[in-house]
């Protein structure tokens, strides 16, 4: 504890802050939105080494070697291929400074100190990140359904029984199409704008 005191008052800790929207074109992660492809930011939080930038689409983290060194690493987690799952909050003590924001992106861990002055706000992204987990599990769940449903229809399929003419290859790639977008499309949310516009209120 004494340790955290002296850090905080060196100013060498690295403790978070919540930076509003009005100052979203300051912080280098947006350097890395594909604004192109409709990309915005909905919650970012600071601290003197890191960004944690999350947008509609992905958390890309600005991940910075220390608070004295110019050099970073982009680091981009899209929702579409990282699951969120393990997210909590650790609220502050009496005499703490900070709160953690905790959550897994696949084998991921993160565990991001913010200042406890912000813990309305985190509580904002903690809703978010809830939510977007369990329609990433439902998304699962809707592929895996998709692919048992492909099983059994190629099992009612016989070799000596295929159709002549083409018409096998007609359905085979009606069904991959329909395959396909069921498992890349229908059933893989990738824009998240409407859960963060739901919960986060910057």
Known sequence: MFKKFAADALGISDVGVI????????????????????EQIFFLIKSKMDEYCFTNLALIHVDGDSAVSSKRTIKRFEYASHQISGVSIETAGTLDM?????????ETRFSIDVKKSFIEQLKDVYKALITIGK?????AVCRKHALQALEATTSVHKLNIAPEGGTLTTQ???LLDALNTAVLD???????????????HN
């Open 186 to 200: 229908t059933h893989t949310k990738r824009d998240f704008s409407d859960v963060f516009t739901k919960y986060i």
């Open 19 to 38: 930076v509003g929207p009005a100052d979203y074109n300051k912080v280098d992660a947006d350097d890395y939105l594909f604004s192109e492809d409709g």
């Open 172 to 174: 085979f790639n009606a």
């Open 135 to 139: 329609q990433q599990r439902r998304d």
């Open 98 to 106: 900070d709160i953690e924001l905790k959550f897994n992106l696949d």
